[in-house]
């Protein structure tokens, strides 16, 4: 089996608001770990690379210890703050960008951003410099809490609005909250992505659905110790067993919630 950490970021910053601040890295704790990441020897791959070698695409295999880095919603300090970084370390990666939020989203603009947010021209630019750009909706909702016809126009719009803003096809996505549901799956499936990654705090392996790909989750909490053990694959159900436990128990909420929402007629 092989196994593949992949470690989910969002905002990277010293003075992250209120509303970020749970999921930031200061920008000192994200060069510790790319230092660590790189003298370890790890190979950094996106997320698309990764399933084209699981795949075996065009003859291309797993290295030995592959890591792969996300980062979800396209915060504007994206390129401030980790993409010098990555650049430093000559580290790939993938953003999960909401189309809806992009700073100059103009007459796209939808849903409610939560910091200042990546240009187009700035996603662009990293896509440029070896950044996977994936989708991440349009506007940010609970996607599996959606209708049909709202859940297809989420997925595909941002798609579209991505592939004609950066030039380049889209291929892999990461689900808004971290939730999805077989239905969910379904409509990503039929919008044309190949891969699709949850949060789940666990090792992604190459026995997993590439539509429910896990992640590791990386925050202001993260010690470098627990950074070390988490990537190297040593106790991470203890590492995140209060994340597990909630994420288990709002799971039921949720299924709860859409089965009655069913019943009365709201989807």
């Known amino acids: 089996m092989i196994r593949i950490p992949i470690l989910m970021y969002h905002s990277v910053s010293d003075s992250p608001n209120d509303e970020t601040r749970p999921h930031a890295v200061r920008p000192s704790d994200l060069a510790e770990q790319l230092a660590y990441l790189s003298e370890s020897g790890f190979?950094?791959?996106?997320?698309?690379?990764l399933?084209?070698?699981?795949n075996k695409i065009d003859g291309r295999t797993v290295p030995a210890k592959p890591i792969v880095l996300t980062f979800d919603d396209g915060y504007a300090d994206f390129h401030s703050q980790a993409l010098p970084l990555l650049d430093r370390y000559n580290f790939p990666a993938t953003v999960f960008l909401t189309s809806g939020w992009v700073a100059d989203a103009g007459k796209d603009a939808a849903g409610r951003p939560l910091d200042d947010m990546l240009s187009w021209g700035q996603a662009r630019e990293a896509a440029q410099n070896g950044i996977e750009i994936g989708g991440h909706s349009h506007s940010h909702p609970q996607l599996d809490q959606l209708r049909t016809?709202?859940?297809?126009?989420?997925?595909?719009?941002n798609k579209g609005l991505l592939e004609e803003k950066i030039g380049a096809p889209v291929a892999t996505m990461a689900y808004p909250y971290g939730y999805s549901s077989a239905r969910v799956r379904h409509e990503v499936r039929k919008a044309g992505y190949f891969a699709a990654c949850a949060v789940s705090n666990t090792i992604a392996a190459d026995r997993h659905d590439m539509l429910a790909i896990p992640r590791l989750t990386v925050g202001k909490p993260t010690t470098i110790s627990m950074f070390r053990r988490a990537v190297e694959g040593n106790a991470?159900?203890?590492?995140?067993?209060?994340?597990?436990?909630?994420?288990?128990?709002?799971?039921?909420?949720?299924r709860t919630r859409y089965g009655l929402q069913r019943v009365r007629g709201n989807v």
């Open 51 to 54: 399933v084209a070698a699981l």
């Open 43 to 49: 190979t950094p791959l996106t997320l698309g690379d």
């Open 149 to 157: 016809d709202d859940l297809r126009q989420e997925l595909r719009r």
């Open 236 to 254: 991470v159900p203890l590492i995140y067993l209060r994340e597990r436990i909630l994420t288990k128990g709002y799971a039921v909420v949720r």
